[in-house]
């Protein structure tokens, strides 16, 4: 079982910046998948972006050049940095681990809430 804890959330004007941070309950080197995900009310959730074992980064497009995801092995910590945010950003944020022959385990949420 990999637990999750995100933290970072709040509330910020539009423009402004945040970050996420989902810490893992064991070596980001036994993921092989960490990602961020969001669901805004009355939407279904959506992948924001992701990283793999190997480094490589995937993202939205809604979000690309606007957020980076990465990671820091040592403290078995993703982060997602959020800048120049929009109205449309809020929702809650989710972080997802992807364990080879474990399955998926997800973190209980971050609310993010951009005012305009």
């Known amino acids: 079982q990999v637990q999750l804890v995100e933290s970072g959330g709040g509330l910020v004007q539009a423009g402004g910046s945040l970050r996420l941070s989902c810490a893992a309950s064991?070596?980001?080197?036994?993921?092989?998948?960490m990602g961020w995900y969001r669901q805004a009310p009355g939407k279904q959730r959506e992948l924001v972006a992701d990283?793999?074992?190997?480094?490589?980064?995937n993202y939205v497009a809604s979000v690309k050049d606007r957020f980076t995801i990465s990671r820091d092995n040592a403290k078995n910590t993703v982060y997602l940095q959020m800048n120049n945010l929009k109205p449309e950003d809020t929702a809650v944020y989710y972080c997802?681990?992807?364990?080879?022959?474990?399955?998926?385990?997800w973190g209980q949420g971050t609310q993010v809430t951009v005012s305009s």
């Open positions: 997802r681990a992807v364990v080879q022959y474990r399955g998926e385990y």
């Open positions: 064991e070596s980001l080197f036994s993921i092989n998948r």
């Open positions: 990283i793999f074992s190997g480094g490589l980064t």
